[in-house]
């Protein structure tokens, strides 16, 4: 029987959380290879922050892998011959948390803090052998999941992201973590449904017509990271078949994911995606602005 990837931590309400298993024993082991007889299970949905490490691990066993990927990259600005870094499967991302070049390392002395996390990985592998996973976060979702403000308590309300801000719709503030239990913020709710309207009536048609007319003959096609989307981009991913036409990007300085306001043709609707800003894309672009069907604008930006 697989062990489950849990979230442990020492304190139950706050603190760090790390991913790993408990054996039957009670003996936890944790992907980070942090050692304490105080860990212990906890929920999805606490205040604790998520220990780096782990959160690299968790990309690393649940992303599907680029096609063409290669086993070493050098970080970026260092040079193909720098400190060869060991790449999560479909990002641009090393596993010491580094970002990463687009080219080959040919450098012979690798990264120590990948290997680190190579060996505790392969460790937790070979003791617990066979991982149940937590689902991989999807590149773009059916339903809008409700997220909590940073340092708030449990009794709050949810809020609905939007994915042309990367923040909230009631207010300007970027959420934290999910929290699905929550009572729904009736702002949030009232603005998104108006949003959905706007989408349905004006942006629909518009994307249905952009695609409608895409040329691929004429547009450059090229791999890059998720932080480089800009509207009017097509692009697909690992794990994913379904085309991305980009019709609003918010990036924030230090977020780890890219928001996104997405057409998909497939399913013929407007929809939100966040994708982790170093996750590594195939990207179609217009060589120029005026090769591009022009994009209607969000509301929220008008």
Not at 48 to 76: D, K, Y
Not at 181 to 197: F, M, S, Y
Request: proline share 8%.
């Amino acid at each position: 029987m697989p062990y489950p990837l849990i979230r442990l931590s020492i304190s139950r309400t706050n603190g760090v959380a790390h991913y790993g298993v408990m054996f039957g024993s009670g003996e936890p082991l944790t992907a980070c290879a942090t050692h304490s007889p105080d860990l212990a299970p906890i929920g999805d949905r606490t205040a604790h922050q998520t220990c780096q490490s782990c959160t690299r691990a968790l990309l690393v066993l649940t992303t599907p892998p680029h096609p063409g990927e290669v086993e070493a990259r050098p970080a970026v600005g260092a040079g193909r011959s720098a400190a060869a870094h060991r790449p999560i499967p479909g990002h641009l991302l090393g596993y010491c948390g580094k970002p990463l070049d687009y080219c080959r390392a040919t450098g012979k002395r690798a990264c120590a803090n990948c290997a680190h996390l190579t060996r505790t990985l392969d460790a937790l592998r070979g003791r617990a052998g066979e991982l149940a996973l937590p689902a991989a976060e999807p590149c773009h979702s059916d339903e809008s999941p409700l997220w909590a403000l940073p340092d708030v308590g449990r009794l709050t309300f949810g809020h609905r992201r939007n994915g042309a801000t990367g923040q909230t719709y009631c207010g300007e503030r970027q959420p934290a973590r999910r929290d699905s239990r929550a009572p729904e913020c009736p702002a949030c709710l009232r603005l998104w449904a108006e949003e959905e309207i706007f989408r349905q009536m004006y942006i629909l048609p518009e994307m249905r017509a952009h695609t409608a007319a895409w040329d691929v003959d004429v547009h450059g096609a090229f791999e890059d990271r998720a932080w480089m989307l800009d509207p009017g981009d097509r692009y697909t991913l690992s794990g994913c078949g379904e085309a991305h036409h980009v019709v609003a990007a918010s990036r924030h300085r230090y977020e780890s994911h890219v928001d996104l306001v997405v057409f998909l043709p497939g399913e013929d609707r407007v929809t939100d995606a966040r994708v982790h800003r170093d996750r590594f894309l195939s990207i179609q672009r217009p060589f120029t602005a005026d090769s591009a069907t022009a994009l209607p604008a969000p509301r929220s930006e008008m």
